[in-house]
């Protein structure tokens, strides 16, 4: 059972774009809600995280939006640069369940120059 | 840069054989994840481990598969009797307390393919 679905698989933007990510998740009792950004050959890095109790965080150029109700999340990265070319994955967890993350299966992110 | 140390990076075996892999938390990280990542896929949680206590293994195969974190040194992931489907990249995370508020430090993986 797929419990975090995220799409799109890939995505190309512009240098200067809006590249946005979506994730939707199934199991209500999820109470963090992180994003991870993984370059070829390296471990996933946390790049912003949300509760459920907040409707958007921001980090510099990275936004996350919740929306509990339709149990979905998204990431944006305003003015996409080049460097931001890697692979993201939304993730969730619950408390209860001491951290282990639930993942999507990670969008494909190219930003041209 | 003390970050989450595995090892090795790439590990090459033959059908039927072990393969060990072997994780160092950060320091002051007492909690030890192993995630599994297929090709083209999201990672997929294996086991979770404090010292010398497995927590929960709910993702663990049931066979041939085990985990440990000892006392001293670092946590190992092994695989007994290793078959093709096992290749993979295994990454292990740490964390410094439980709950899932406390956010994990991945390392750079091993990559296990199996000949």
């Known amino acids: 059972q797929q419990q975090v679905k995220q799409s799109p698989q890939s995505l190309i933007v512009q240098k200067g774009g809006i590249s946005i990510i979506n994730c939707a998740y199934e199991?209500?009792?999820?109470?963090?809600f992180p994003w991870y950004q993984q370059f070829p050959g390296k471990g996933p890095a946390l790049l912003i995280a949300i509760r459920p109790d907040v409707s958007e965080k921001k980090e510099g150029r990275f936004t996350i939006s919740f929306n509990k109700s339709a149990k979905q999340f998204s990431l944006h990265i305003m003015d996409s640069q080049p460097g931001d070319s890697a692979t993201y994955f939304c993730a969730a967890s619950i408390n209860a369940n001491a951290g282990k993350s639930t993942f999507g299966d990670g969008t494909t992110l190219t930003v041209k120059p | 840069n003390a970050g989450v140390m595995q090892n090795p990076r790439h590990l090459v075996r033959r059908r039927g054989q072990e393969a060990r892999l072997r994780c160092s938390p950060m320091k002051g990280h007492s909690h030890v994840y192993w995630y599994r990542q297929l090709p083209e896929e999201g990672l997929k949680f294996m086991v979770y481990?404090?010292?010398?206590?497995?927590?929960?293994e709910s993702g663990m195969p049931k066979e041939r598969f085990s985990a440990e974190f000892p006392k001293e040194g670092p946590s190992i992931l092994r695989i007994q009797q290793v078959v093709r489907g096992d290749s993979a990249a295994y990454f292990c995370?740490?964390?410094?307390?439980?709950?899932?508020?406390?956010?994990?430090?991945f390392g750079d993986g091993t990559r296990l393919s199996i000949l």
């Open positions: 199991n209500t009792a999820f109470d963090y």
């Open positions: 995370a740490s964390s410094p307390l439980q709950g899932s508020n406390q956010p994990q430090h």
């Open positions: 481990l404090q010292k010398e206590n497995i927590i929960d």
